[in-house]
């Protein structure tokens, strides 16, 4: 399964990466919303290629936002295959429930641990026995 | 509200150390006070509207090297000034987002800010709230929180 | 490792006369790591020198803080899944069958540290049962430390982002500070209370459902089976049981039978094994 890892900052792309690839998914990374739609629409919308199943997203990005993001993503039928995870520093309640009105179907606030990551995942049925299921 | 204090800074602290640069619990950060903290690099994001004012994280550039080859999982050997920009830069961003949620409602965090040459910024109209003074790796590290004097406009508030 | 052979014997020794836990050699390393912030509080450097004073100089309180710091079991909302998966898809459905003359279901959470577990239930119950249902979480244990945490009911970030939804996190959560506290709705239907269960119980029940994960794997056979049998005494003839994921009541206590729920194990009692009437309720049980 392909997953987006979505942060303008290279650390934490790296972290996540790291956490994802471990279990097995395969991984397409961007700086910024606006990089992470352009590569849908390319690649997916118009490419016929294959839908990420997970999205991992930043809140805070230059160009276009996490929050924006996901709402741009949830707006798009063809994308519904899509699961969306923000991963950010945003922790205020209101704000996480904004994210999740918006469309979010997790949320991961930083710092996390990789167990964080990886417990959700199983528990939105996206991995199982500690690998891609 | 009340300010965020010491002790908030050590929880913050702690969880972040615990989650990306002590995974064993083996090298946490120390709380110990400096006379004279180190502040070859130092990272801040500016907070914005209920509250204003300024998350710093400042370091020697061994912690500094140490922070990016934890995160980035490199070798220290093999750190570079942009590897220590990003991860410092990130360390501000998440230490910053966590001090932001403790402010009143609604505040906004810019992109960090990173300098390595052992100057940290310049800013005007500001008093300290509260620092962290930490060892970390037998290196010194320091947060601190600032909170703006002036409005917008330059008056004092 | 500084403990020497004669300092993990005793140490052994206290916790298994006071929590039946069994520490078999090998198990070095655990003593050592869980003593050793007892042994800097006590303002020692060695976790070896703070077992020699413990030995020379008993206080039933540090000796207390020692079984604590052995017994205390990690735990996270929602951990495995799969049970309280279960609990919607197979056990309620099963219960709100059953139960609608009286329209209450009572949950005991055994061994549950810092409280993850019984608020879990809580929520799951909350967010399941129909309107007009009550229900009642106990959550027992050994540690008055984790007691006092669990009764707090408040968590750190690092805490809520394991296992818990982010829409089951603002729905029965408030943020305090830098933690996190459960809401007053979902507390009032939790209850705390201290029960060491190498010991015999206090009446209490009878329970619909009851949560006894992880902890049974560190008691001996016997013990485990005087465990079980105790607990029969306060499940429901047609009451559910759940215990650990690699954990099972196969070849300790015949008076269980296995229940594939799901991608998971549950027990319940034979009907050979039933009591004739369940042990009867003091106060909440």
Redesign the interface.
Known sequence: MLTMVID?????R??LK?IVAQLGFDVVEAGDGRQAMDYLEANVLEGGGEIPGLALVDW?M?EMNGLEFVTAVRAEPRLRGMTLMMV???????Q??R??ASG?H????????P??II??L??LGLVSNGVAA | MTNPTEDDLKVIAD??W???LDLDGASPLIPHPHDKPVADVTASVSVTGAWRGHVLVSCSEQAAKNV?AA???IDFEEVVEEDVA??L??LA??I???V??LLP??CA?S?PHVHVDGSNGRYPSVTEVCHLDGTWLAESVTVTVLESTADLAGAPV | MTLTAQEFAFISGLVRRDAAIVLEAGKEYLVEARLLPLARQSGLPTVSEFVNRAQQRPEPEMHAKIVDALTTNET?F?RD?EPFKQLVDTVLPDLLARRAATRTIKIWSAASSSGQEPYTLAMVLQDSLPAGWTFDILGTDISTEMLTRAEAGQYT??E????L???L??KHF??NGAHWKVTPTLRANVSFRRLNLAAPFPPMGPFDIVFIRNVLIYFDVQTKRTVLQRVAGTLRPDGWLFLGSAETTIGIDDRYERVVAGRTSAYKLRASARAATPVSAVGKG
């Open positions: 303008d900052s290279r650390a934490m790296l972290i790291r805070n230059p950010t520093t945003e922790s205020e309640q209101s996480i429930v994210a999740l979010a997790e949320y991961v606030i930083k710092p996390f641990t167990d964080a417990d959700k199983a528990l | 969880q972040v615990s989650s990306y990016a995160l980035l999982s990003d991860a830069g990130e961003n998440i910053g987002g966590n932001k949620s409602e609604p965090l992109l | 996270s929602f899944g970030q690092l809520v982002n394991r296992g939804p982010a829409p996190l603002v408030e943020r």
